[in-house]
């Protein structure tokens, strides 16, 4: 992906917004047309008020009654009122180019925010694991602010520099041809250095924002796992490696501010320079009288005034190459592929019934060089059953229902859902149609009722304490201060495991989906709690298709199928009764259970 690549793409965000930029334009040209006009009163102060030469014909010719401007201190009071005049309207508009400028870009970070976070949320899991979510977040709250810059530090800027630069050279070359030549010429050389410093600046830039986001990565890691590092006590070690990060970033910092700082500094060295030339010239000419001394001064005027516009030129140009180098790790995002893709013409499930079935499923996490975690697997659930993943740990449980809510992608076989290929169901259909309870319930920072009815938000508060209770959450959760408004901690680091767990099992009892998987659900809970919430669950799950996984062989012992897993491969399957018969691997781990 290359810089123009990169331009493009914002100003697809820009040309949302083209008539107000226009605006802002035509206001910020109308500016120039003042800011050029600065010096020009106080010529007539020199020339006509003090040196009494006659005003220029074209002025003159304005005034029938001569009498006015023959006056020395009329023409100085107006010479006077018009500076005022100019100075009082660059202050009006810069005032309302800046609001308006301001308020559009801010209109442009977010409408890039917005995308930024919908195509995240499109981002299969297989994404997650290659990026982080520290350097996600710099990407998302700092890079996305290069479109801002684009229109407050490059476009508009540069347009109006080039158009004032234009207004002076006109002004200055009606005066003195040479002069204006000898002034412009700063521009080719300006060129010349840009395009040595252009490869500099980009990579050293690059570096900068890449360093960047991995320190606010291992500072995102390190605040969200601070109980283990400081129960390990670990903090002198992480403290070292936040050292590193940091020492990483602010080299990187330096030695890219340490280029653009040089570049900007030899644009000023050499419009120095140009100026030292000109003042030499100009006072030249001023001494055999070719300019007069009115004339000299709007030159040096403009010649301190050209040193504006080179300027935000060439801090344009700087902007614009850090713009590539950051705009780049936003389309890089935005741009990514989604592994899990919605077929275009992906059906909704329109009366679910919640039969599933597995045909030769083959499946890995990495690529397919590596070995497949899940291999053949194939069985069939009808309507309304029970179905239980029993098998060692590791030996693929979880990833076969992760299969099912399409958060991968098989690599061979298909997964069918009412005999729907599940790749050519919309994505919101198949996962409202499923109601899961991870292994690692996830609580969010929102307040109980908000954690329960998260997937069913018209849920009445009634429906609400019924999922609790039959979760067996509701004793605990009147307990609390607030009862049900609640509100929990980031990472609910005020519940207990179990407590946790029974939420994230009311939110899945609530939300009316046809299948139900619960993957250890109740691994943090005692036996006795345990027993009543599955009591709970057989009323809940009425007509539901249900996927069991546990390690209590007790609480699945009246699945209508029982499947056992080992190293990803289906091993046996059937009731508990002619599992127990056959007297394999399931009749093994069940007996160990119970002699122990
Ligand atoms: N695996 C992986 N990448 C992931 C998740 C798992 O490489 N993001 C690997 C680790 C295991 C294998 O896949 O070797 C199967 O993992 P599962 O989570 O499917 O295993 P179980 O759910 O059966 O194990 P447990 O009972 O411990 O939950
Ligand atoms: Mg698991």
Known sequence: MNQLYVFKRLLQYVSKYKSKLLLIAVLGLIGVVFEVAKPL????????????????????????????????????????????????????FSLVIFNLTVGMAQRLVFDLMIDFFAKLQRLSLSFYSKNKVGDLLQRMSGDVFVVYFLVAQIILPALT??????????????????LAVVAFSVVPVLAIVLGFFAKPMNDTTTVQYKTQGSFSAFLQQSLSSMKIIQAFGRESFMHQKLKKHAE?????????NRVSMTYNQMSVLITGIASATLVTLGALRGLNGTLSVGDLFIFLGYLTALFGPVNSLTTAIGAAIAIGARGKRVFDILDSEEVV????????????????????????????????????????VLPGQVVALVGATGAGKTSIISLLSRFYDPWKGSI???????????????????????????????????????????????????????AQAHDF????????????????????????????????????????????????????????????????????TVFLISHR????????????????????????????????VYAGLYKYQHIT
């Open 41 to 92: 009163p106080i010529k007539f102060v020199i020339d006509n008020v003090l040196s009494g030469h006659p005003l220029p014909h074209f002025l003159s010719n304005l005034f029938s009654d001569t009498s006015f401007i023959e006056n020395k201190k009329n023409l100085l009071y107006a010479s006077v009122g018009i500076m005022l005049f100019i100075a009082l309207f660059s202050f009006v």
């Open 161 to 178: 520099s080039l158009v004032c630069l234009g207004g002076m050279f006109y002004i200055m070359s009606r005066i003195d041809l040479l």
């Open 248 to 256: 990483e970033f602010g080299n990187a910092f330096i030695v890219a």
């Open 341 to 380: 893709k919605e077929n275009p013409h992906a059906i909704d499930i329109k009366y679910p019934k919640g039969e599933i079935e597995f045909r030769n499923v083959t499946f890995g996490y990495g690529n397919a060089l590596q070995l497949p975690v899940l291999k053949n697997i194939s069985f069939k």
């Open 416 to 470: 069918l859902f009412d005999g729907v290929d599940i790749a050519d169901i919309k994505l919101h259909s198949l996962r409202e149609n499923v109601s899961l309870v991870l292994q690692e319930p996830f609580i969010f920072p929102m307040t109980i009722v908000e954690n329960i009815a998260f997937g069913n938000p018209e849920a009445s508060f009634e429906d609400i304490v019924e999922a609790a209770k039959g």
């Open 477 to 544: 959760i009147s307990k609390l201060p607030n009862g049900y408004e609640t509100l929990i901690s980031e990472q609910g680091s005020s519940l207990s495991g179990g407590e946790k767990q029974r939420i994230a099992i009311a939110r899945a009892f609530l939300k009316k989906a046809p299948v139900l998987i619960l993957d250890e659900p109740t691994s943090a809970v005692d036996s006795l709690t345990e027993s009543k919430i599955f009591e709970a669950l057989s009323h809940f799950s009425k007509g539901k």
């Open 553 to 584: 062989l007790s609480t699945i012992k009246h699945a209508d199928q029982i499947i056992t897993i080992k190293e990803g491969q289906v091993v046996e399957r059937g009731t508990h009764q002619s599992l127990l018969d056959e007297n394999k």
